[in-house]
């Protein structure tokens, strides 16, 4: 498990919650984390499910790439 739950959100998939201790965590995704490749595969027209199967079937070892928020400034 990657240690992440995940969640469509404005047309893009998103990280909704991330479990402590796990692989995510350790290496600074944190929720709201957008993600935008899964190996070399660009995750931009794919659906949660999509990232999913994507994931799933994807050779191991992979990375993931993942955008930050934008720091809303009030």
């Known amino acids: 498990s990657?240690?992440?739950v995940l969640q469509?959100?404005?047309g893009k998939v998103s990280v909704k919650t991330v479990d402590r201790g796990s692989?995510?965590?350790k290496?600074?995704?944190n929720?709201?984390?957008v993600i935008v490749k899964v190996g070399a595969e660009t995750t931009a027209?794919?659906?949660k499910a999509g990232v999913i199967g994507l994931i799933k079937s994807v050779s191991r070892p992979f990375t993931?790439?993942?955008e930050k928020p934008e720091a809303v400034s009030s």
């Open 64 to 66: 993931m790439v993942f």
């Open 2 to 4: 990657l240690g992440v």
């Open 31 to 33: 929720a709201g984390d």
């Open 45 to 47: 027209s794919l659906t």
């Open 27 to 29: 290496n600074g995704v």
């Open 8 to 10: 469509d959100a404005d």
């Open 23 to 25: 692989l995510a965590e």
